[in-house]
């Protein structure tokens, strides 16, 4: 049966049967069809219903990417040694300047290492870039002072670099230590508002750095920056009060001195030019005994020169000043210089009074080395001057003093000088009998040849023990030399004559 659409009644929609789908109908769809289809869902309605499913996938995928990125990351850290991780920080956080200065720090120090080779020792030395702490402290100062910088706090930049210089040469890595004390005095000259006292402790620091190294020309040129800035101030140090001038006018002079010791042979003026800005500065600081070696130094400078005048000047300084102190040991030392200097005018006089003094004050301080040093000048001296029982008695003291210090270099030379002076003694009896031709000067020179006894004791008051074979034994005996002089020994007394003691044989005369 055909159905035109002109003929078409609507069926009653009781006896019509609901279509199960819209996409189960082939071919045309009638507006009959149209009308019981079931509506399609709102709009809101599927974003609530199928939208929230991917969102919630998508959020899960991410954070299962993120937390396999973070294991991957811990993997890594595991992986790389401490120093890489350390730098890769630095670096996400924006500190490049911190990174690079590291960096270059543990380079250097590998390379220097590796130069050096496996004969210098210091293969199994650590390198920071293997201690944890160490690169935990330069990577927090170092970043303090990059963010300083940052912000112009140069004051805050200092005291970082500071504290990473002291921190490395406590714990004996000296050239790292070098390398911050080089940069505090740099970012010190930045610093404003301190009337350039840290540029002036940088400069201290940075000498005291180039002094260990034995740079003496540059610690020279630190420690008078040093100095020009503290000339004037009363800056002081909070720990001891110490002013900073007398610190500087102290390292001043030490520098000077040093180089004045190294150019003594080759330079001699030089020498005395450094050792008079020595003299200089220690007189304008407040170290008494500084200044008392700077004038003994000095004096020994121009006598080295010949200039006994002067020398004589700076040594009679350092006596008032070692007296000032109450220097025992010191004025001994004084009193030796000024013989020295007496001696070099050929004033043998004040000589011998300043040797006596300077034995008197060995004594007293106890130093067996100066006592023994001091009765050695003194016995030469009075040697010179043909008193040669005394000087035999100083230089017999000098050697029991060597002995008791088990000193056996200065007991073989003491001993040749206590030999030296026994025979001056022996020849000078020996000469005066000699000069006077009489019965009893040959019957003494007869008895001496034969006994080496009582050799001339009523000329020269010798002791009557005494015997010439321990002049000619001492070089090879321990024993002591004892000059005493016997109690009952009579200075008249007559030698018995030969004839008297012995029977002469007579001489047989050839047929």
């Known amino acids: 049966m055909f159905f035109h659409a002109g003929h078409y009644k609507p069926p009653n ?36 219903k199928k939208r929230p499913n991917a969102f919630v996938k998508g959020k899960r995928d991410s954070g299962n990417d993120e937390k396999s990125v973070n294991t991957k990351i811990e993997t890594e850290r595991y992986r790389n040694s401490y120093m890489h991780n350390l730098c890769l920080d630095m670096l996400k956080d924006g500190f490049h300047h911190s990174f690079c200065e590291l960096f270059n720090l543990m380079k250097h ?52 670099y500071l504290t ?15 390398h911050f004390y080089k940069l505090c005095l740099e970012a010190s000259v930045k610093v404003l508002g301190d009337g350039r006292r840290k540029e002036a402790e940088a400069n201290f620091n940075m000498g005291v750095t180039y002094e260990k190294q034995e740079y003496y020309i540059e610690a020279m040129q630190c420690f008078e920056h040093f100095y020009a800035l503290t000339n004037g101030r009363l800056w002081q140090m909070e720990d001891t009060g110490r002013t900073l001038f007398s610190m500087a006018c102290e390292s001043l002079q030490n520098v000077y001195t040093t180089l004045a010791m190294q150019l003594k042979t080759s330079d001699p003026s030089e020498s ?31 006598l080295d020169n010949d200039d006994a005048e002067t020398a004589l000047l700076y040594h009679n300084e350092y006596l008032n000043v070692c007296q000032e102190n109450e220097d025992v040991t010191g004025m001994g030392k004084a009193h030796r210089a000024l013989a020295k200097s007496y001696e070099k005018q050929m004033d043998i006089e004040s000589a011998v009074k300043n040797l006596e003094s300077f034995v008197e004050l060995s004594e007293k301080s106890g130093d067996f080395r100066e006592q023994q040093r001091a009765c050695s ?77 009582d050799v001339f004791a009523a000329s020269v008051s010798i002791p009557r023990n005494f015997s010439l074979e321990k002049v000619v034994d001492y070089h090879g005996s321990d024993e002591d030399i004892k000059i005493e002089q016997d109690p009952e020994q009579n200075e008249n007394e007559v030698i018995p004559d030969v004839t008297d003691t012995e029977q002469t044989k007579p001489v047989e005369t050839a047929e």
């Open 109 to 160: 120090e590998k390379e220097q290492q590796q130069k050096l080779g496996p004969d210098s020792g210091l293969q199994d030395q650590p390198l920071v870039q293997d201690q944890p702490e160490k690169l935990e402290q330069m990577k927090a100062h170092l970043t303090a002072a990059e963010a300083a910088k940052r912000r112009g706090k140069m004051d805050v930049v200092y005291s970082c």
């Open 13 to 48: 929609m009781a006896s019509v049967a609901r279509l199960p789908s819209l996409s189960s109908v082939g071919g045309h769809v009638t507006q009959q069809m149209l009308q019981q289809l079931p509506s399609p869902a709102k709009l809101g309605a599927i974003v609530t």
């Open 164 to 178: 990473l210089a002291t921190y490395f040469e406590q714990s004996g890595d000296i050239s790292f230590s070098n």
């Open 272 to 302: 005395i030019a450094y050792l008079l800005k020595a003299y200089k500065v220690a007189k304008e600081g407040d170290d008494l005994e500084g200044r008392g070696d700077a004038s003994y130094l000095l004096g020994c400078a121009y």
């Open 377 to 453: 000048a003194i016995g030469e001296m009075l040697n010179t001057l043909g008193k040669y029982e005394e000087s035999a008695m100083y230089i017999e003291k000098a050697y029991k003093l060597t002995k008791k210090m088990q000193e056996e270099e200065n007991k073989e030379l003491v001993r040749t000088e206590y030999g030296i002076v026994i025979a001056n003694l022996v020849m000078f009896g020996l000469s005066q009998a000699m000069d006077t031709t009489s019965t009893q000067n040959i019957d003494k020179l007869l008895h001496w040849k034969r006994s080496r006894k």
